[in-house]
């Protein structure tokens, strides 16, 4: 279909599944020879050069571009080795930002990012289902709900929140601690039965959201059983997960929670995590969504929705602050202005 479409030149360059698997989304280009003798792609500058022995014969700078691309792949690389990417993700980021040519690193692993993975953040309205928090242990679930019954509540919504991590010591103190300063009674649930009395009880919510308890999605009789819970209503499981967590985990997580209806990921401790390979095993493995993120221990801080622009800035530190850098202050730009 691609060589139909674009020519027998083209290539596909990234495939992921969507939808559950029902669909499969396909990134393909093709790089047409007849550009190289248009002097369109070449800055005027360059074009008033009389220096013809540092072109090609069709007036391409056919050695500056191979020499900036080669840089670009080098820095992408030098990120995906840093963050532990597995070498399928590597491949296809690398081929995709070499085919969109943006130049710059940053700006190609954006590009390759928006094109190789889907972001929504987490609706900030009412809802039409509940959203229940899933994940490992120790995945930072209670924080995030709190945030989220936080942003609503400050968002002048009616937000309700359930509890089904009745077994953890602490688990039910640490949110109704939270849930107390934001005037929201916290439900309990210890069944899919008690659960679905609760969600009846919070029909006129704007916004539900429940916590659930530290469960192995290695084990299939804990992963039965959080099935029957997310069947007890109209609830959408959202998968959170610490974002320093190994890649080949991550990935058969990700497989295993996307079997339980999840679409949409949540990574949490951002602040404390430096190699990120395993969000991104995740969101490809499980054809998951980027939505918000948990980069502070602070339930006032809230989350943090992410973007291509605000993920490669995770994965590339350096070059975000190196545009900061550059951006004048006000004051410099009256002195210049």
């Not at 491949?91 to 943006?102: E, F, H, K, P, Y």
């Not at 974002?243 to 997580?253: I, K, P, R, V, W």
């Amino acid at each position: 279909m691609v060589r139909e479409t674009l020519g027998d030149e083209a290539v596909i360059v990234a495939t992921r599944e969507e939808n559950r698997g029902k669909t499969v989304r396909v990134t393909a280009a093709v790089e047409h020879p007849d550009h190289y003798g248009d002097d369109s792609f070449v800055s005027p500058d360059l074009r008033n050069n009389n220096h013809a022995d540092h072109r090609e014969p069709g007036g391409w700078l056919q050695y500056d571009e191979e020499d900036e691309e080669g840089a670009v792949v080098e820095q992408l690389t030098d990120v995906m080795l840093r963050h532990s990417v597995p070498d399928e993700i590597t491949d296809q980021v690398i081929s995709c930002a070499t085919v969109l040519g943006m130049g710059q690193a940053d700006k190609s692993l954006t590009a390759a990012l928006e094109h190789l993975f889907p972001f929504r953040p987490l609706p900030q309205k009412t809802m039409a289902k509940a959203f229940m928090m899933i994940g490992p242990p120790g995945a930072g679930k209670t924080l995030a709900v709190a945030k989220l019954a936080a942003r609503g509540v400050m968002s002048g919504l009616k937000v309700s929140v359930i509890s089904t991590d009745t077994i953890r010591a602490g688990g039910i103190e640490q949110l109704t601690a939270f849930t107390n300063l934001m005037r929201i009674k916290l439900q309990k649930a210890s069944s899919p039965q008690q659960l679905k009395e609760c969600l009846d009880r919070t029909s006129h919510s704007d916004q539900v959201f429940i916590d659930t308890g530290g469960m192995n999605p290695f084990a299939p009789e804990e992963m039965r059983e959080l099935a029957r819970l997310i069947a007890a209503g109209n609830i959408e499981p959202v998968m959170t997960l610490p974002a320093a967590t190994d890649a080949d985990e991550s990935g058969e997580m990700a497989r295993i929670y996307a079997s339980l209806g999840v679409r949409s990921l949540v990574p949490t401790r951002l602040d404390i995590a430096r190699r990120l390979g395993g969000l991104l095993a995740a969101a490809h493995h499980g054809s998951l969504i980027f939505a918000d993120a948990s980069n502070t221990p602070k339930v006032a801080d809230g989350l943090i929705p992410l973007s291509p622009q605000r993920l490669a800035h995770l994965l590339m530190p350096q070059a975000a602050k190196t545009q900061s850098s550059s951006i004048p202050s006000k004051r410099q730009t009256a002195k210049t202005g």
